[in-house]
């Protein structure tokens, strides 16, 4: 599986324009760094975490919830990231095949 691009983001967003490309680049990077980060793991081996399938999907979905969610944060109004996401973190988190 190959990393992740920003036709991919936008085929699972179902955008097909491209006037919103400069965002959804964006938030394909920072989803990226956001999972990265929380987590503090690559895979073991000579896989590339960028290519896993569960790394993936939990981009895809925090890309999704920043797309949805983009507006001023009204108290009351702010939408979670899903459970999915959460979910996704952990087990990257914990997994014995990252490191």
């Known amino acids: 599986m190959a990393a992740l691009t920003i036709a ?5 967003l179902r955008v097909e324009h491209a006037a919103d490309d400069a ?3 964006a938030l394909l ?3 990226s760094s956001y999972i990265n980060n929380k987590t503090g ?3 073991s081996g000579e896989a590339n975490i960028n290519t896993d399938a569960v790394y993936q999907l939990g981009v895809k979905l925090l890309c999704a919830h920043w797309y949805e969610n983009r507006g001023v944060e009204i ?7 899903t459970h999915s996401v959460d979910a996704i973190i952990d087990h990257i988190s914990l997994c014995g095949e990252y490191t």
């Open 41 to 43: 793991k690559t895979l």
């Open 8 to 12: 991919d983001i936008k085929l699972y």
């Open 23 to 25: 965002l959804i680049t």
């Open 29 to 31: 990077s920072a989803a």
């Open 75 to 81: 108290p009351g109004s702010l939408t979670k990231i």
